[in-house]
């Protein structure tokens, strides 16, 4: 057993090591470490903390993505290796780590388990892996079965960042190490880590896409859309691509066309969250395609023919963009659209590769399912995660182990998605 033990260890120290080496690039890293800690405080340019006071407006150039060739994803052997993918049980049969997921209705967190699963019974690890149904009690009611069961660290995506607060209270008083997993909670201390992509260039590249797709002509139509108002991700994406849209409004390229609160906050660079909780309570879809499309044709029946032409589109994910484009191309006064999107959602992937969606922000869930369970190895031997950058929750200052992200579209799909071996040429038609 000991010699198990032994071996185990030195497995996960290799990982880590490619697990470095994986992120570790200037051009990879959105926030390099410090000398003085390990973790690096948030740079200017990479805007870590949510709060429009401290998220500066990226450059153009900071915001764009790496290109195809310099930040592709992990191969899939470094990326699933199995010393990264997973904690030994606890004594007693009990588990070491349990997974919470938001729900099973967006195709993002249904992508997440498939690829925890996929490293977890390549390692042999017993995780158990629950999901919320969008519903707050019942995320409670999930971490507390596994509290019961015994798990050391928590890996735990929010319905609701503010809601999760107690929830993450309860588990840190139960002796549990929190990981936030992609999605902040927010106004609590008892958050030991953030595992996420960096979402602030998430939205900076939708946006930019748009930007550079539009050139120089002016009174271009924009519509603006967003996820959930719960959601503290939805604020970190609009704040994103506002802060790269906002000089192109105010110079008159974009002619803001579905957000009254929008056109009159228009000229300011920098957004209070109350002011972005304005206009994304106008533009929220809720991450909910139905949503997406009643909110979209509610916008094109008040728009008038001058209003639409050659369109310009913010949505906020892939499968909230499919559905807000299939609407405005069924809009006889729409010659064209470009829309943005995120998740490289695999039907959104078959979009792209047919012309009906513009871009997605690929966001490797391979390498941020290996950075989460990295994190838990390193707690349950009692150290410390390396991280880069935090990002403020309303109470700290959590520590951040962030992934980068690639803009996808037509041109670079085939490099970006296949030849990296996220997915499989036989599952798509038209390459």
Do not use: H
């Amino acid at each position: 057993m000991r010699r198990k033990l032994f071996t185990l260890i030195a497995l996960l120290t290799f990982a880590s090591f490619i697990l470095a080496a994986c992120g570790g690039t200037a051009t990879q890293t959105p926030a390099a470490p410090t000398a003085a800690s390990g973790a690096a405080a948030p740079t200017a340019a990479a805007a870590m903390a949510p709060t429009a006071a401290a998220a500066m407006a990226p450059t153009a150039a900071a915001a764009m993505a790496p290109t195809a060739a310099a930040a592709m994803a992990p191969t899939a052997a470094a990326a699933m290796a199995p010393t990264a993918a997973g904690a030994a049980p606890a004594a007693g049969g009990a588990l070491a780590v349990g997974i919470v997921l938001p729900t099973k209705d967006e195709t993002r967190w249904t992508q997440d388990e498939a690829r925890f699963k996929e490293a977890l019974d390549k390692a042999g690890y017993q995780v158990e892996i629950l999901f919320s149904e969008k519903d707050s009690a019942k995320e409670k009611a999930n971490v507390e079965s596994l509290i019961t069961k015994g798990i050391k660290v928590l890996i735990l995506t929010p319905v609701d960042g503010t809601a999760a607060a107690s929830t993450a209270a309860a588990a840190r008083a139960a002796g549990v190490k929190v990981i936030s997993y992609d999605r902040l909670i927010r106004d609590t201390d008892a958050v030991d880590y953030y595992v996420t992509f960096d979402s602030l260039a998430v939205g900076a590249q939708q946006a930019q896409y748009l930007v550079d797709k539009a050139g120089s002509a002016k009174g271009q139509p924009l519509y603006l859309y967003a996820g959930a108002a719960s959601d503290n991700n939805a604020f970190i994406f609009f704040q994103g691509a506002w802060n790269v849209l906002q000089p192109k409004i105010a110079d008159g390229t974009f002619v803001i066309k579905n957000s009254s609160e929008a056109i009159a906050l228009q000229s300011k660079m920098e957004l209070t969250r109350d002011e972005q909780a304005k206009i994304i309570a106008q533009v929220t879809t809720d991450w909910a395609p139905a949503t997406a499309k009643t909110l979209a044709e509610s916008n094109l029946t008040t728009a008038t023919a001058a209003d639409k032409g050659n369109v310009f589109i913010l949505a906020p994910n892939d499968d909230t963009a499919r559905a807000i484009g299939d609407t405005f191309a069924a809009d006889k006064d729409v010659k064209t659209f470009l829309i943005t999107g995120q998740d490289a959602a695999p039907a959104s992937v078959q979009y792209i590769i047919d012309g009906k969606q513009s871009m997605t922000v690929f966001k490797d869930v391979r390498t941020l399912v290996a950075d989460s369970i990295s994190a838990a190895v390193a707690l349950l031997q009692d150290k410390a995660p390396t991280a880069k950058g935090s990002y403020n929750n309303g109470k700290v200052d959590v520590p951040a182990i962030q992934s980068p992200v690639v803009t996808v579209d037509k041109a670079n799909v085939k490099a970006a998605l296949f030849d990296s071996g996220y997915y499989k040429t036989s599952d798509y038609t038209g390459l």
